[in-house]
Structure formats: C-alpha cells, structure tokens
C-alpha cells in the first residue's frame, strides 16, 4: 500500500523567511504533484514532477524529486502572505487498470507579516 | 483551461435520503475521480474511472456508488445518506497516463455535503 507523508503538518513562518516542505513516499513511483488549496476552495495544480531529478520553480516556489530517496521537497524563499494556503503532494502509480494519485494529509501554512 | 464542474456546491440532506453529486468535465479526459475531504484525513479516494461504464474502487467506497455513462460526466451516489458521510467531496479529472501526458488531476469546486 503506497503511504505518503508530509512534514510539517502546520507550518507558521514569517514573511521574509524560507522554509522547506517535505513529502516521503513509501513505494516506488516516478511522477509526483504538489497542489496548493485556499481555504474553501479547490485544489489548484502547482508543479508536476516526472523524473528523478526533476526541479520546477514558479516565483518563490521550487519543487525538486529524488525518486531513489522516494522523497519531494517544496521550498519556499522569501514567504509573502499570499503563499498562506494548505500544500498537499501527491504520489502516482500505476495499476493494471491504470494509474491513481494518493495524497499526503497537507501542510497548513500560515505567514505572518 | 480545463473545466470541471460539480453540480452543488452545498446541499443538506436528512439521514436514509438518496444522495446524488453530479460532476462533469469539458476536456474530453479518460479518467474521473471522486474524492472526500476531511480535516487532519487529507484527501482519499473513493472511488475512479477509467472509461465509460467503467469503475474501480478506490479506499473507502463502503456506503457509495458511482455512474459514468458518458464520457464527460461521473456521478457519485449515496444510497442511503449517514452523518458520517458528512464531508467535502472533490471531483477530478485526468487525460490518460501515456505518452508525454502528465497524469495531472485537475480538480471541481468541491461539494460541501451535511447529512442531519
């Protein structure tokens, strides 16, 4: 059964400050997703990453992929407020009827000006 | 831009009613997912489809059912609502995992269920 788990839970940072999220994964997979999602809304695609060594970056959002590690990384530079929102990752595989996305349980994160 | 659309945003339902959540997507993608959402539970899949008339079940499909008779529209049906199906439930759509294509869920939404 692929688990996948996210560290930290909550997150409370100030602005200006950079920080990393992380997300294990216990089984083997090469495609792994980070979505953002706002209080009350959906959930809004960041970064698709499909190979081991794969980084992608959007303003200050970087998001790397060590598949050997089994292991994603959201790191953040220089936090503005508006990147308050909940982060979940999402690790794929594939199944004999296709492929299906399980998702870690989120970080919460929250910064203060 | 991908669209996917869920029919209800809120709805309140009595325990023992029919329940059903209507979700369509507008880019012609293969497979569909519902979702529930709840707190410190993250997301978890209920229940997923492939093709039309096609189903899988996902983690927790105990109490629900699904219907996919066209391509572009998944239903998720509660025979008989309880309180513990209160949740949000998300809706999403992917093309298929070939090719250069990304496997990418983009999402509806979201319908916010209360079973009283």
């Known amino acids: 059964e692929l688990k996948v788990e996210q560290n930290p839970l909550f997150l409370s940072m100030q602005e200006g400050k950079n920080y990393t999220i992380y997300c294990n994964y216990s089984t083997t997979s090469d495609r792994l997703y980070w979505y953002r999602q706002d209080p009350g809304k959906s959930l809004e695609s960041l970064f698709v990453l499909l190979s081991n060594g794969a980084v992608k970056q959007e303003g200050r959002l970087m998001a790397s992929l060590d598949t050997k590690a089994r292991l994603s990384t959201l790191h953040i530079t220089a936090a503005v407020h508006d990147l308050s929102a909940t982060y979940f990752c999402?690790?794929?595989?594939?199944?004999?009827?296709?492929?299906?996305?399980?998702f870690g349980e989120g970080t919460q994160l929250t910064v203060n000006p | 831009d991908v669209k996917v659309t869920q029919s209800s945003r809120y709805l309140v339902k009595r325990t023992g009613e029919k329940v059903f959540l209507e979700c369509v997507q507008d880019m012609d993608h293969e497979n569909m997912f519902w979702y529930r959402q709840d707190p410190g539970l993250g997301l978890r899949l209920i229940y997923f489809?492939?093709?039309?008339?096609?189903?899988e079940k996902g983690d927790i499909p105990e109490g629900y059912s699904v219907s996919r008779e066209k391509k572009e529209r998944f239903s998720l049906i509660l025979e008989s609502a309880s309180t513990n199906q209160t949740s949000m439930y998300l809706c999403?759509?992917?093309?298929?995992?070939?090719?250069?294509?990304?496997?990418?869920?983009?999402f509806g939404e979201g319908s916010r269920l209360t079973v009283l």
């Open positions: 999403a759509s992917s093309s298929a995992w070939t090719g250069a294509r990304t496997g990418e869920l983009f």
């Open positions: 489809s492939y093709d039309v008339k096609m189903k």
């Open positions: 999402a690790v794929a595989r594939w199944e004999t009827s296709g492929s299906r996305l399980t």
